[in-house]
């Protein structure tokens, strides 16, 4: 039995702001999580690939407010600077 992967620890590092964002964040963060968790059956961000992220900003959310795109965007910016990736999107 494994233990679930816990989203707050891995963005510790890099969460920054007001007490709100950093929820916000996390909580984004674990959307996305369960997300791609759900289409690619990998629970963790470090089998992730640029692919996954991409596609949650693309497909999941295009029904979305410009707004929840942008917060979006900004948590996946967080993702990439966390997993040390250099990885750009366009939003």
Known sequence: MSKPFD?????????????ATRRRHVRQAKIIQAAIAE??????????????LAWFLEHRLERCSAATR???????????LRLQKTWKFNI
């Open 7 to 19: 989203m707050e620890l891995f963005l510790a590092g890099v969460l920054t702001g007001s007490h």
């Open 39 to 52: 289409r690619w059956q990998r629970d963790a961000p470090w089998g992730w690939q640029r692919k996954h």
């Open 70 to 80: 942008y917060y979006y965007s900004l948590t996946v910016q967080l993702l990439s």
